[in-house]
């Protein structure tokens, strides 16, 4: 299946647009986790999650009334969930009745006796989670080692496979995916949970992959090119790429698309963070690996390019080579 009839376009042109396109949202980014931080998960921070069905229409700050008795510190997190129609309320409260030798139920069963005195008519529980501040502060410190020694594995892999610059590439351009979604994930202020640390881990080994197969080409193109610059090869290489680079980020991200359309909010923080992934993945591959590659070893020829034999012009005709004659021997006087 073809896509492009023999595409010849100049990627590399816009390396440096792409490079500060790309620092311009880490660093808006890094602005709001430093200003608002990012939102974590009860699975991360540890505390009490309880999804609340209303009989009757309830707005938040009717709920967030009815919670401030009881809570105080107006740390409760009250906000709607999953779709408007079905009436339910996610209550967030960052401790655990276990904190004080107090069952788990605890801080639940003060939630539930806050919403009755608050006369928001009925309601019922429709989901609950429970995690203490201990288990949150360990899960964050297994999904950090995890992200780190996947980057690990993909160095010492591709230092290995190809070229210690194309290490560099691909490790730089992972480590741009990770930063331009956990920065749209704080300008859209999703929690980071475990399902999105999956995410980020899945949308890592896709953005590695998509830039392999680019190296790999690069790898073929630099036995066949050698008298070409490797800005040369690395922009055909691209180019040979584009169809199948369209074709399968095209399938995976309307994969996603419709997990975060139609998959509900439970699946709505993998979702975006996958459909952000495929995205900046994709746009890293071609921009951002490629260019650092460029960057590291030059616009030169390749060093196999230096010893490849020189061309020799065509004659008219060949010329068949001449026998020499044998000196011939002077004949001995008798």
């Not at 608050?118 to 297994?142: A, D, M, N, T, Y």
């Not at 995916?177 to 080994?205: H, W």
């Not at 490797?230 to 040979?240: A, K, Y």
Request: charged fraction near 15%; glycine fraction near 8%; proline fraction near 4%.
């Amino acid at each position: 299946m073809h896509i492009f009839n023999h595409p010849h376009y100049n990627f590399l042109r816009w390396r440096w647009h792409a490079i500060a396109l790309s620092w311009v949202i880490i660093i808006a980014g890094l602005v709001v986790l430093k200003t608002k931080g990012i939102p974590l998960s009860t699975e991360f921070s540890g505390g009490t999650e309880i999804i609340t069905a209303f009989d009757q229409p309830t707005s938040v700050n009717q709920v967030r009334t009815a919670l401030d008795k009881s809570f105080p510190g107006g740390d409760v997190i009250v906000q709607t969930y999953d779709n408007p129609a079905l009436r339910q309320i996610m209550i967030r409260v960052p401790t655990v009745g276990a904190e004080s030798g107090a069952p788990l139920s605890t801080t639940e069963n003060t939630v539930i006796g806050a919403l009755t005195k608050g006369g928001l008519g009925g309601f019922h529980i429709v989901g609950r989670e429970l995690v203490s501040s201990s288990v949150g502060q360990e899960l964050r410190s297994k999904g950090f080692w995890a992200t780190v020694l996947s980057l690990i594995g993909i160095l010492l892999y591709l230092a290995f496979r190809f070229q210690f610059s194309f290490a560099v590439g691909a490790v730089v351009a992972t480590i741009h995916d990770l930063l331009v979604t956990i920065a749209f994930l704080a300008f859209f202020r999703y929690d980071l949970s475990l399902t999105v640390i999956a995410a980020i881990l899945t949308m890592t080994g896709y953005s590695t992959n998509d830039t392999i197969v680019i190296f790999d080409r690069i790898r073929e193109n630099l036995r066949s090119m050698r008298r070409d610059s490797l800005s040369e090869v690395v922009n055909t290489s691209i180019n040979q790429t584009l169809g199948r680079t369209v074709i399968t980020s095209g399938t995976a991200l309307l994969t996603a698309l419709s997990l975060f359309f139609f998959g509900g909010e439970v699946l709505h923080g993998f979702a975006f963070t996958m459909v952000v992934g495929i995205i900046t993945g994709t746009y890293s591959s071609v921009f951002v690996a490629a260019a650092i590659v460029t960057l590291w070893r030059g616009k030169g020829p390749m060093r196999a390019a230096a010893h490849a034999p020189a061309s020799v012009a065509p004659t008219s005709a060949p010329q068949q080579p001449t026998r020499k004659s044998k000196p011939q021997r002077k004949a001995r006087a008798s």
